[in-house]
Structures are given as structure tokens and as C-alpha cells.
């Protein structure tokens, strides 16, 4: 089934998103594998150290344009970047005693299922707009104009309908009123205030 301009449009947003979170998946094993090398013997400490504060660089970077990019479908574990951002370095972390770094490990397992989730989501959607089904996803150029919808100019019926509507307000207010003895007034132009006498 040929798809149309716009599920196309849908199948390369979610094409996007299912890049972005396998590359963070992979550099969230990598993260992993540099921690588990360190305590090893005969590795090279201040190589490992090093590479470490790339990788943990690359995640901030990547974990801020994978929340933006993926809006609605960004479902990763609250803790993920805390672990990054409070392992300040191997020879820190391994200087922790042995109940902190289970604690560490158990939080880098319990984000990596949360990341492996959030990227079985997004294949699913990606799989179902590939199949033509009608997949909802809002991109930050959505977000943007949702934030930012109040400086465009109005639509011309809006404003006609909102003014008719404001006068209407402000003679039904004056009429249940009676400000200044207009409500009567108005009443008695419309006959509905006064009773016609009969002879």
C-alpha cells in the first residue's frame, strides 16, 4: 500500500526517533561496559577515565535532543541522567563501598529496560504508519506553535463572532441590570417591557 505525503511525513519522524534511541541505547552500554572495565586488571586507568567522561558528555548531549525529538513517546526512566551526572569518575565510583556500586548497577538496569521500552514503543508506531494505520505523532515544531499560538493574527470570522458576542454580553448585562435606566429603555423598544393598553 502506497503511503501519502503525510504518513510519509509520519514514517520519517518515527524513523528519527527510532535512530536517536538506538544510538542512546548504545551509548548506554558503552557507559556500562567502560564502568565494568575499570576494576580489571591491567587496564589502562586514565585511558578508561577518559573515555568515560566522553561517553557521559555524549549522553547529556544526546538525552536533552532525545526528549525534545520524541515528545510524547519520551517515557525513559526519571533516575537516567542522575546516574550519569553523579558518576563523576571511575576512580569515584570504585572508591564508593560495595552496597553503592550494586545500587549503581541495579539503577543503570532498571534505565537500560526503560530505554530498550521507550524504543519498542516507537518501533511499533513506526511499524503500524508503515502499514498505513493513522499514527499520531507531534514533532517540536507542534509543540512550538502550541506554546507560542498567541502572536499570530486572528482569523477574521473568530474576531467578527467574538465582538457580536461581547456586544451581546454587554445589552443582555445592561437589560438584567437596568444601568442607568437603559434596560428599560431597551425593553420598551422591543415592546418587551411594557403591555400595549386595550380598549
Known amino acids: ?19 536517536l534511541c538506538r ?11 567502560v564502568l565494568t572495565s575499570y576494576p580489571n586488571p591491567g587496564v589502562n586507568k586514565a585511558q578508561l577515565e577518559q573515555q568515560f567522561l566522553k561517553i557521559k558528555s555524549k549522553l ?3 538525552h536533552r535532543v532525545l526528549q ?7 517515557t525513559l526512566d526519571g533516575n537516567t541522567m542522575n546516574i550519569v551526572s553523579g558518576a563523576t569518575s ?15 548497577q541495579t539503577e ?19 511499524g503500524r504508519a508503515e502499514r498505513g494505520e493513522r499514527v499520531v505523532v507531534i514533532t517540536q515544531d507542534m509543540m512550538a ?19 457580536i458576542a461581547a456586544v ?10 437596568d444601568i442607568g435606566g437603559l434596560g428599560t429603555m431597551y425593553k420598551s423598544a422591543l415592546g418587551m417591557g411594557t403591555t400595549l393598553p386595550t380598549q
Open 68 to 74: 525534545q525529538t520524541l515528545q510524547e513517546d519520551y
Open 145 to 163: 506553535g502550541a506554546r507560542g499560538g498567541g502572536g499570530g493574527p486572528m482569523n477574521p470570522n473568530t474576531k467578527t463572532f467574538l465582538i
Open 23 to 33: 544510538e542512546f541505547m548504545n551509548d548506554w552500554l558503552l557507559f556500562n561496559q
Open 108 to 126: 543503570w538496569h532498571r534505565a537500560f529496560i526503560s530505554i530498550n521500552e521507550t524504543l519498542g514503543v516507537i518501533e511499533d508506531k513506526k
Open 168 to 177: 451581546i454580553a454587554a445589552i443582555a448585562v445592561v437589560m438584567y441590570l
Open 90 to 104: 571511575l576512580e569515584a565510583i570504585y572508591a564508593q563501598s560495595e552496597v553503592a556500586l550494586k545500587k549503581l
Open 1 to 19: 500500500m502506497a503511503l501519502n505525503k503525510k504518513q510519509q511525513k509520519t514514517v520519517e519522524h518515527l524513523e528519527r526517533r527510532v535512530e
Open 60 to 62: 547529556a548531549r544526546e
